[in-house]
Nanobody, 115 residues
Framework: QVQLVESGGGLVQPGGSLKLSCAAS????????MGWYRQTPGKQRELVAV???????NYADSVKGRFTISRDNAKNTVYLQMNSLQPEDTAVYYC?????????WGQGTQVTVSS
């Protein structure tokens, strides 16, 4: 059974930091492109950051220079370090894993940036 379990969300003040984690099980983690997406009510889910099997990364323009995605294949875990958080970063953040036609999602973790 495939599971992607996010953790690390919460409430943070503007300018603060959070680190999200996504622990994967039931997949050959090292073969999967891993990504973080986010969604706010009434809007489509959007890509935040992605890391491929070789470690190359890509970011949405809105988070470049503030967010860093990384992966630890030994721990089957992908991370999202979020710095200089702004209220517009408030969303539910979802972990995603892709391999060939397979596409897996976590249950999401809420990130709220507010004073």
């Amino acid at each position: 059974q495939v599971q992607l379990v996010e953790s690390g969300g919460g409430l943070v003040q503007p300018g603060g930091s959070l680190k999200l984690s996504c622990a994967a099980s039931g997949i050959t983690f090292g073969f999967h492109v891993m990504g973080w997406y986010r969604q706010t009510p009434g809007k489509q889910r959007e890509l935040v950051a992605v890391i491929n099997t070789g470690g190359s990364t890509n970011y949405a323009d809105s988070v470049k220079g503030r967010f860093t995605i990384s992966r630890d294949n030994a721990k089957n875990t992908v991370y999202l370090q979020m710095n200089s958080l702004q209220p517009e970063d408030t969303a539910v953040y979802y972990c995603n894993g892709k391999f060939s036609i397979m596409d897996y999602w976590g249950q999401g973790t809420q990130v709220t940036v507010s004073s």
